[in-house]
């Protein structure tokens, strides 16, 4: 009866090995197995197996529930929050973000015309220069990117600096302009909603990110001119003359600005 039983028990492989016992032992006692173990169904009774299945079945609809649960209250408080913080925001508050943003927005507006400017009299001079022969047409192509880089640099002087006579200039074309267009923004905004500036809002600070993006464009283009510029100076005539040719064409025909 011992190896029978023995026999019968290895069959399993979750069983865990049981210590030796004599003979006279194992003929003594019957052999008892187990009808617990879960990863062998078989070795279960029927009624057991289903009774394990439900209570799996329940556990794992409860976690479900839970985390649903769960998610909705965050998801409610969330939303009661942004309701709260847009009630919290007065008219006032929203009509002076508006201001604050249509007044950089403005700025960005001038610096941009004023680099495209340059972009444009460069391109300009440059189709002019095709009419000269190769040799004037060089120093025609050193004067255009020299007034070029000169022009920017003013124009970057300008707007740091509130010293001179251009510079006083400058800075009360600049002051009048802006209570102008603040005038004007004014008269516009009386009439708008706090929905209407919020949407309004949004637009400009679109804005305001494609004016950055633009203007960091050709300062970068100019910088690069210039670098291009000075370490031509190193290369015999004709390779500087194909050298700032293709300088200047990079800079006019950038789809990006």
């Not at 189709?127 to 047409?137: A, C, H």
């Not at 009386?190 to 929905?195: D, E, G, L, S």
């Not at 050709?218 to 370490?231: A, F, H, T, V």
């Not at 005539?237 to 800079?251: C, D, G, N």
Request: charged share 35%; net charge negative; with cysteine.
């Amino acid at each position: 009866m011992y190896g029978a039983t023995r026999g019968y028990e290895t069959d399993s492989e979750c069983e865990e090995p049981t210590q030796p016992t004599s003979e006279k032992e194992s003929d003594d006692r019957p052999a008892e197995r187990k009808t617990t173990c879960i990863c062998c169904p078989w070795m279960m009774s029927f009624t057991d197996y289903i009774n394990h299945l439900r209570e799996l079945v329940n556990q794992a609809f409860t976690t479900l529930q839970t985390t649903h649960d769960i998610q909705e209250t965050v998801t409610e408080l969330a939303e009661a929050a942004t309701t709260s913080a847009d009630r919290s925001v007065s008219k006032e508050d929203v009509k002076r973000e508006n201001e604050l943003l249509s007044q950089d927005l403005d700025n960005l507006q001038r610096d941009y015309k004023t680099l495209k400017q340059a972009v444009e009299q460069l391109e300009r001079d440059y189709e002019d220069s095709k009419d000269f022969d190769p040799l004037r047409r060089y120093e025609k192509l050193k004067g255009m990117i020299k007034r070029t880089i000169l022009h920017f640099k003013l124009k970057q002087n300008e707007k740091g600096s509130s010293t001179g006579i251009g510079g006083l200039l400058q800075g009360c074309k600049d002051y009048a302009h802006s209570l102008e267009a603040a005038k004007r923004r004014e008269e516009k905004v009386n009439y708008m909603t706090k929905q209407e500036m919020v949407e309004q809002n949004v637009q400009l600070q679109e804005q305001i990110k494609e004016m950055r993006r633009k203007c960091s464009i050709i300062r970068d283009l100019i910088d690069q001119l210039e670098k291009g510029y000075e370490s031509s100076k190193r290369f015999a005539m004709m390779q500087r003359y194909r050298l700032m040719k293709f300088m200047i064409k990079k800079v006019i025909h950038d789809q990006l600005i």
